[in-house]
């Protein structure tokens, strides 16, 4: 089984602090992703990265940064927390198909409280 | 704009009866498309897929129809069970190599099976 793990389930951070969340997957995966839940609108994708030290921007990446230094872990930082980036943060890891019609694979989530 | 969406927030079904989730999209050249479910504090978990070259997949109770001209695809949960009580996250992507398979996803369906 593909195991995702988060290094935490809940954060409660101060505004201007700067966050780091860790995502750690355990099946040589090359596909890793960081996406935030908020209500009424979904998954929103914030970064991947296809491979060790290989980055993308999602949809939404503005306030973020990553890091893939190792091929089983994914961070994402924020530089300087904001209270709109309040939310639930999901970490993701996929096989690197041909054809790219591979599903992911969630981690538990984090669920970070800025005030 | 939203890519894919899910326009029913919430679903109440009996128990044994069939729930019907729908999801429209908007991209023509998604060609991959998932269905994810979420309980309360945990990640989504990968449900069942269809290929744009197949109008419908069938795993168990769960069955994915598609109709490409429409760009609308349906879940159905035949029969509806409690344990299904949960989120539906509906998923599309393009699975080209530029796009790098990046999942779209809508907005959520809360499923509530009652007895």
């Known amino acids: 089984d593909v195991k995702v793990t988060q290094s935490s389930r809940y954060l409660v951070k101060r505004t201007g602090e700067k966050v780091f969340l860790e995502c750690v997957q355990d099946m040589d995966h090359e596909n890793m992703f960081w996406y935030r839940q908020d209500p009424g609108l979904g998954l929103r994708l914030i970064y991947f990265?296809?491979?060790?030290?290989?980055?993308e921007k999602g949809d939404i990446p503005e306030g973020y940064s990553v890091s893939r230094e190792k091929k089983e872990r994914f961070s994402l930082i924020l530089e300087s927390a904001s209270t709109n980036q309040t939310s639930m943060y999901l970490c993701?890891?996929?096989?690197?198909?041909?054809?790219?019609?591979?599903?992911?694979?969630f981690g538990p989530g984090t669920r970070l409280l800025v005030l | 704009d939203q890519q894919v969406k899910q326009n029913s927030p919430s679903l109440s079904v009996q128990e044994g009866r069939i729930s019907i989730l729908n999801c429209d999209y908007t991209n023509s050249m998604f060609d991959y498309f998932l269905w994810y479910k979420k309980y309360p504090a945990e990640g989504p978990t990968f449900l069942i897929s269809?290929?744009?070259?197949?109008d419908k997949n069938e795993d168990g109770r769960f069955t994915v129809f598609l109709n490409k001209s429409a760009k609308h695809l349906s879940l159905h949960i035949v029969p509806s069970q409690p344990g299904d009580s949960a989120v539906y996250f509906c998923a599309a992507s393009e699975t080209s190599t530029d796009s790098w398979g990046k999942f779209q996803f809508g907005a959520g369906t809360q499923v509530v099976v009652t007895p």
């Open positions: 990265s296809y491979d060790v030290k290989m980055k």
């Open positions: 269809i290929s744009s070259i197949k």
């Open positions: 993701a890891s996929r096989r690197q198909a041909r054809l790219g019609q591979e599903t992911q694979y």
